[in-house]
């Protein structure tokens, strides 16, 4: 019983040692989940370090949709993976992260749009992913509310269902890593903003902070739409542009959808929260920016979305509104692992719109790198050297509204 | 925020109008390698802060120009046509 009222920090505070290991810049789900896999791994000189608190970039501002029905041979196991792994986090955490696999529907109201879902259904089905592709009736038998009606603007034609999707506690994943983290004995610091990277003959030898010097020999950048403002740090310009993505929330309303429904055509997704509340989503802003602020166009354009898909929704308040920054790649592919040019730098980026569902596969490959210096196959596809190569890993299909 | 953009033939207008065409850079010499090619392509300052970046105003007089933007705050500080 006392238990219950004995107060436990999640993570500690610490004052700055003079040197790491490994300092991992961005307190994200990525920084965390590399902090905690290394911890693991019996790497624990480690510091993670945010410009603001644990969370306060898009891994607290996300829609937390995990999903695995991606639709290139190098994206689907690497996502199937990640899923894999968060079904089983709030055993590994000892910490409930309520992960709801309620299933997800990403719905196609045009020809091409079933052509792409098609083949993304028989790519997963090929490589052990539950996902394919359903007609209307079936739709409607699984979402009541939904319009399947012929005359609606767009009418839908069909979806791929996917039931192993579904929607995580965003906060709660956030804060498992980093109290998992902290009890391997890894440093967290929030509020500590990285201002420089020294290097000495191409190698990372220290961190410039606003809160003194740190000396390491190993920086992870895992700082999403911020992530081209470190590399440039060491002199490297990543393929990244930043482009704010928004969603909304609504007023509480009886359960009536219990699923995650993605509509590409549309540019608009919803579900519906254990509270009642519908969280709808969009695609990015048309425009690069590091403004977090939300706009009107935007809510007018998801407003009017959604109401296509769930008439009956006309009612309905809006609460909030937000917006985050996202590091977007141009084949909606994530940057992974080292940096030729500069011995001793690391990325985890390019995570855009569609990184949550990854956090856990980033976290423990990179942390194998880390670790052993040798990069994980499952990574290998997302190298920087992709660019310079002719190896893009083309996602957009799959992950531009879908995130 | 949602911003106006001034283009230099129609006036003041909603971004809404308009298509956005990323950062200025410098196209490379015939004589530039592979790498300097993909780095024209894909590579990008990505700059938090003031950048020159290409406008098309599609919903408009469909010219492209130039703006100069603060992207931290999405001020535009001046428009002006591609020939200036
Ligand atoms: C509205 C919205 C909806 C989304 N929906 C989904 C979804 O449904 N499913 C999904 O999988 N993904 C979704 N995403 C994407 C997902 O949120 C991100 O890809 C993911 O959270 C990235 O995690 P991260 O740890 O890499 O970065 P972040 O969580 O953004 O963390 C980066 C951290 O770096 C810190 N930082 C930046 N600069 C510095 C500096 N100089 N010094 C120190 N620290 C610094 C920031 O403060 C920040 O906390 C969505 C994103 C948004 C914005
Ligand atoms: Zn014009």
């Known amino acids: 019983m006392l ?56 891994s607290g501002r996300n ?48 020809d091409s749009a079933v052509d792409g879902l098609r083949v993304r259904a028989e790519a997963n089905a090929l490589l052990g992913v ?24 767009q009418p839908i034609r ?36 990285v201002q420089g990277i020294q290097t000495e003959n191409g190698q990372v ?7 003194g010097q740190i000396k390491t020999g190993t920086v992870l950048n895992v700082t999403s739409g911020w992530c081209s403002t470190i590399a440039r740090m060491v002199g490297v310009n990543l393929p990244i542009v930043s482009h704010p993505l928004q ?39 048309p425009y690069s920016s590091y403004s977090s602020a939300s706009t009107l166009p935007t809510l007018e354009m998801i407003a009017a979305h959604t109401l296509e898909l769930f008439p009956a929704l006309v009612e309905v308040r809006v609460l909030r509104q937000w917006a985050g ?55 290998k596809p997302f190298a920087l050297s992709r660019f310079y190569e002719d190896r893009l890993v083309g996602e957009k299909a799959a992950a531009a509204v879908s995130h | 925020m949602s911003f106006l953009l001034c283009c230099p033939n129609c006036g003041e207008r909603s971004v809404y109008e308009f298509r956005f065409g990323g950062e200025v850079r410098q196209r490379p010499t015939e004589e530039a390698s592979l790498r300097e090619w993909a780095d024209y392509l894909y590579a990008r300052k990505n ?20 703006a100069v933007r603060d992207t931290t705050t999405n001020t535009v500080l001046k428009t002006f046509g591609a020939d200036k």
């Not at chain 1, 999640?10 to 789900?29: E, Q, S, T």
């Not at chain 1, 592919?333 to 985890?348: A, C, K, N, Q, T």
């Not at chain 2, 802060?49 to 130039?66: A, I, N, P, S």
Request: hydrophobic share 40%.
């Open chain 1, 205 to 211: 030898t220290a961190v410039q902070t606003n809160r």
């Open chain 1, 130 to 153: 539950d996902s394919r592709l359903i007609g209307p009736d079936e739709i409607k038998r699984l979402v009541p509310a939904i319009d399947i009606s012929t005359s609606a603007h």
């Open chain 1, 63 to 110: 829609t937390a949709i995990i999903r695995a029905n991606y639709r290139t041979p190098e994206g689907i196991p690497f996502y199937h993976e990640s899923v894999r792994l968060y079904e089983g986090l709030s055993q590994d955490l000892g910490y409930n992260v309520l992960f709801s696999q309620q299933g997800h529907l990403t719905l196609a109201h045009t």
């Open chain 1, 325 to 379: 920054v996202c590091d977007m790649t141009p084949d909606y592919s994530p940057i992974m692992g080292e940096v030729p040019e500069v011995r001793g730098f690391l990325v985890d980026v390019g995570w855009g719109t569609y990184g949550f569902k990854a956090g856990p596969v980033s976290g423990k490959t990179m942390a194998e790198l880390i670790a052993t210096g040798r990069t994980p196959d499952l990574i």
């Open chain 2, 47 to 66: 700059e938090a802060g003031v950048q020159k970046e290409w406008w098309y105003h599609h919903l408009g007089c469909r010219t492209w120009f130039f």
């Open chain 1, 247 to 285: 969603a909304c929330v609504t007023e509480p309303l009886k359960p009536f959808l219990d699923k995650v429904i993605v509509s590409s055509n549309l540019h608009v997704y919803v579900n519906q929260t254990d509270r009642g509340e519908l969280v709808l989503g969009a695609e990015i802003d």
């Open chain 1, 3 to 58: 238990q219950l009222f004995r107060k436990e920090r999640m993570w500690r505070p610490h004052f700055l040692k003079a040197r790491y290991d490994v300092v991992i810049i961005g307190a994200g789900v990525h920084g965390l989940a590399a902090a905690y896999y290394l911890g693991k791994r019996g790497v624990t000189n480690v510091a993670v370090l945010d410009k603001g608190y644990l969370g306060s970039g898009n």
């Open chain 1, 158 to 193: 069909a979806a791929l269902y996917h039931p192993p999707g579904g929607i995580i506690r965003h906060d709660a994943v956030v804060w498992g890593y980093a109290r998992g983290a902290d009890r391997l004995g890894i440093e967290i610091h929030p509020h500590t903003e």
